[in-house]
């Protein structure tokens, strides 16, 4: 895929890549966010990036793209490989499951869920 990143557009690899960490992997990992918040680092991560579009002149969250920068790509990788860490796993579940964590993490701005639900 030949799209790069801007101040309309960002890729994460994963929704939920901080579900599966151990406490050890915690404590070692370099990120900011895995130290603060554990394995719901991920979560917030793909929250926090939704509501600075949301914030601003809009954008979109592409998720599950596997940033290749080496190569000058990007590559499409599915959610499916994400569904392990849902109880529905389906599309559905996990649109939900985001939508709830962008609900958990800024539910005291009303502003959000009346854009969310429109």
């Known amino acids: 895929m030949e799209v790069v990143e801007d101040i309309h557009l960002d890729f994460k690899q994963s929704s939920f890549w901080s579900n599966g960490m151990g406490r050890e992997e915690v404590e070692s990992s370099k990120s900011k966010e895995v130290h603060e918040l554990g394995t719901k680092a991920s979560v917030f991560l793909i929250a926090r990036a939704t509501a600075s579009f949301m914030d601003t002149e809009g ?60």
């Open 59 to 118: 954008g979109q969250v592409i998720v599950n793209v596997a940033e290749l920068t080496d190569e000058g790509m990007n590559e499409l990788r599915g959610i499916e490989g994400e569904f392990k860490f849902l109880k529905d796993r389906s599309i559905d579940g996990y649109k939900r499951r985001t939508l709830e964590t962008v609900f958990d993490n800024f539910s005291g701005q009303p502003w959000l869920i009346r854009y969310m639900i429109s």
